[in-house]
């Protein structure tokens, strides 16, 4: 079997999603499976690891995720996903969010094969800007006629049936994401990260990703605030972007968010305690995780929260929000669940688990096991290829 799979962006340079779909593709074609990633011409160019795949670039001019700018360049796209699979017979499309979907779903449908089709943004319950709108609008249009749609989580999966119209709930899968296990362990020494910030033996509370308001980095500070008056050497550090994200979905301003933090910071008299490290390269985030006594992210939503299994898998408590789909993924034995918008709560968590470290190991390790149980590689590829092989086979 032979398939298509388009990568936004290399993981190099994406965030935890473009990693999930470079790994499963690795995965995958350890299974038989012959794999073809399409990427625009300008990343082919930066990608390295040629040799683990057949990588085709198509040409795109602009790395965007703005659906109206992407479409203004299907004209000369589409011809090149059809003399793809002219040239190689594709058995089925996997198609991921980024600038190709549309393109993949008229070149399946001009040469009648099947496609599954990965949604891991449909929040058509939220008030978005006209980007994301039209977001939601094409990935609908694209799930209607897919012999597979795959999303990572529960809450997901359920909106996509209820707001998209004539769909066959029956093609609506949910599997989560997965992460490499032997990269984010408990065994990995932080130590490289603590003497590079000059931490030492100082608690050090970590939050990973993008400074998006909905992920809480403003509630961590004013949370952060009560936990020095009990803890007063602890240390916060938020890893990710400090400006704009790669991902401009949701259309937030980050540069106007992270001068408004750098504002409160200044005014509560922590500048000393918190450090933003700007966007680390992926190879060195499982030495952030293992730097840290604890996860902190009280997201207000998330798709999934590569990030959450990543801390799990290193084995670190989280305290995160709850609601789903993190009160999914993290429970009482891995962490703790909050109200993302109650400081008194989330304060009161950190300092608990900063001054019970064999609990929070005890946490920690639960959340571990967890993961080598359930977002693990070998048991999530598995239920893709499942899902392949059921489609290729009608």
């Given amino acids: 079997m032979n398939g298509m799979i388009s990568l936004p962006i290399p993981p ?63 004209p000369i796209t589409f011809p090149s996903f059809l003399l793809l699979d002219a040239k190689y017979n594709f058995d089925l499309f996997h198609i991921f969010h980024g600038w190709s979907p549309l393109c993949m779903k008229l070149t399946a449908k001009m040469r009648s094969k099947p496609y599954v089709f990965s949604e891991f943004n ?31 989580s529960e809450i997901i ?61 403003k509630n961590i500070i004013m949370a952060f605030k009560s936990v020095k008056k009990v803890i007063p050497d602890a240390i916060l550090m938020f890893v990710g972007p400090k400006l704009e994200s790669f991902h401009h979905t949701f259309e937030c301003k980050h540069s106007k968010f992270y001068i ?11 500048s000393d305690s918190i450090i933003f490290t700007g966007v680390v390269p992926r190879q060195e985030l499982p030495y952030y995780f293992a730097a840290s006594d604890i996860f902190v992210l009280p997201s207000k939503m998330e798709a999934f929260g590569v990030v959450f299994i990543e801390a799990m898998s290193s084995g670190k408590p989280v305290v995160t929000s709850n609601l789903p789909p993190m009160n ?65 086979n009608k």
């Fill in 157 to 217: 999966r359920q909106k996509i049936i209820e707001n998209v119209k004539g769909i066959n709930p029956n093609t609506v899968k949910m599997i989560p994401h997965a992460i490499d296990t032997m990269k984010f362990n408990p065994t990995i020494n932080g130590n490289i990260i603590r003497e590079r910030f000059k931490i030492n033996d100082k608690p050090l509370i970590l939050s990973v990703g993008r400074l998006d308001p909905h992920k809480g980095a």
């Fill in 260 to 270: 408004y933090l750098s504002k409160l910071i200044s005014k509560n008299k922590l």
């Fill in 12 to 74: 190099k340079f994406g965030g935890g999603t473009e990693q999930m779909i470079y790994d499963l593709a690795k995965y995958l074609s350890q299974k038989d499976l012959e794999i073809h990633i399409v990427v625009s011409q300008k990343n082919k160019k930066i990608i390295q690891d040629k040799q683990i795949f057949s990588y085709h670039g198509i040409p795109y001019n602009k790395d965007t995720f703005h659906f109206p700018k992407a479409c203004l360049q299907y």
């Fill in 328 to 392: 999914t993924l993290i429970d009482d034995a891995s962490g703790i669940l909050i109200n993302p918008d109650d400081y008194d709560q989330l304060s009161k968590s950190i300092i608990y688990l900063l001054n019970e470290p064999k609990l929070a190991k005890k946490k920690g390790m639960a959340g571990r096991a967890k993961v080598e149980k359930i977002y693990n590689w070998d048991f999530v590829s598995e239920q893709y290829l499942e899902i392949y092989k059921e489609i290729s």
């Fill in 122 to 152: 449909h929040y058509p319950w939220l008030q978005l800007g006209d980007a994301a709108k039209l977001h939601i609008k094409i990935a609908s249009m694209i799930s209607k006629s897919a012999a597979a749609v795959i999303t990572p």
